[in-house]
Every structure is written in structure tokens, then in C-alpha cells.
Nanobody, 121 residues
């Protein structure tokens, strides 16, 4: 029901925009999150956005470089990633929560399949 796309290989300092398209249900009223998981590491919170798009939250590691946004008409959430660093390399997942409002992955019920982001130095 959530399909993440837009990942790829980019050099350090470059940019990518991830998209998360929803199907099968409307997620316009849901809290949407982006998480990432690097090899051998736990899944970590990256960013989230409330249903209206008026409130956004970021991990300290990406603050000032990443921007989360959404288009409810298109049922899509975006993650604009600028100034990418090699440590941003991970599989990125989008997730949706109807009630939970936080950064713990355990609070999100719906998950996309992930898209690989690789940043070369």
C-alpha cells in the first residue's frame, strides 16, 4: 500500500528526492514517517510529517539537509535530500501511522518496501 521510490547512487554533496506513493487507502489523515536502515544497524528515524503538512520533524543528523513534504491530492509523501553524505547510505522506508505521533518505528503500522540510497565519497 506504500511504494517508495527515487533511491539511487549519488556522490557526496549531491541530492535525491524520494517519493512514497500510497494506494489502496487514503493516507491523507495519517502521520507519515521516513526511516532508514544501514547494513548491520537498527532502523532509525529520519523525518515525519503530520496529516496537513504543517508540522514536520527531523532527526538531528539530517536537520537542515532533508525536507519532508506531502501532497494529499496525490496521496504521496516526499523526502528531499540535499547535501548527502556517505553516512546517509541506507535503505529508506516510508511508513504511516493513524494514531501514533512519534519517532519510534514500532508506532507505525504501514510500511513501504524500501528504496536504496547509496552515497559515494
Amino acid at each position: 500500500q506504500l511504494q517508495a521510490s527515487g533511491g539511487g547512487l549519488v556522490q557526496a554533496g549531491g541530492s535525491l528526492r524520494l517519493s512514497c506513493a500510497a494506494s489502496g487507502r487514503t493516507f491523507s489523515s495519517y502521520f507519515m514517517g521516513w526511516f532508514r536502515q544501514a547494513p548491520g544497524k537498527e532502523r532509525e528515524f529520519v523525518a515525519s510529517i503530520n496529516w496537513s503538512g504543517g508540522s514536520t520533524y527531523y532527526a538531528d543528523s539530517v536537520k537542515g539537509r532533508f525536507t519532508v513534504s506531502k501532497n494529499n491530492a496525490k496521496n504521496t509523501v516526499y523526502l528531499q535530500m540535499n547535501g548527502l553524505k556517505p553516512e546517509d547510505t541506507a535503505v529508506y522506508y516510508c511508513a504511516a501511522s493513524e494514531f501514533f505521533r512519534g519517532s519510534s518505528s514500532h508506532g507505525y503500522k504501514y510500511w513501504g518496501q524500501g528504496t536504496q540510497v547509496t552515497v559515494s565519497s
